[in-house]
């Protein structure tokens, strides 16, 4: 449990890191450009604590539990980029079915964010937890 609870931290410390330069950096350019007329201001904090919060508890189930249980933080990368595909590209393909305004660039490059993110942030969380950081 102990162990569940530091892999648990350590990858929403490093999701929540990455992911504050990324959003400011690379997916609110290209939303601002597109959407910036839906976007809230301020940010909802609330509902965006209880996803991060979600979304890094499935991470550990379908990921970062099981590579863990094989000392495999390669294993996590993978599977975490996969997710990490699956679940933005779930946001991003509706969006772009859906909303009129909603670009191919905003697919692509949120898209790409989600997978890199969930894999490293996997990765991160396995490697720490197995010792095999270095």
């Not at 949120?110 to 894999?119: S, V």
Request: hydrophobic share 55%; charged share 10%; aromatic share 12%.
């Amino acid at each position: 449990m102990t162990q569940t609870l530091i892999l648990y931290l350590v990858t929403v410390v490093v999701f929540l890191g990455l992911d504050v330069i990324g959003i400011n950096l690379l997916i609110r350019p290209v939303f601002d450009r597109h959407v910036g007329h839906l976007l809230a201001s301020p940010l909802r904090l609330g509902p965006a604590a209880v996803f991060y919060m979600a979304y890094v508890a499935g991470l550990l189930w379908f990921v970062s539990c099981p590579a863990l249980k094989d000392s495999a933080p390669l294993q996590a990368l993978v599977g975490g980029m996969i997710l990490g595909f699956l679940c933005y590209g779930t946001y991003e393909m509706t969006n772009y079915a859906t909303l009129a305004d909603w670009s191919p660039q905003q697919v692509v490059v949120d898209l790409i964010w989600g997978a890199l993110l969930t894999g490293v942030s996997a990765w991160a969380g396995v490697a720490a937890v197995s010792g095999k950081l270095a």
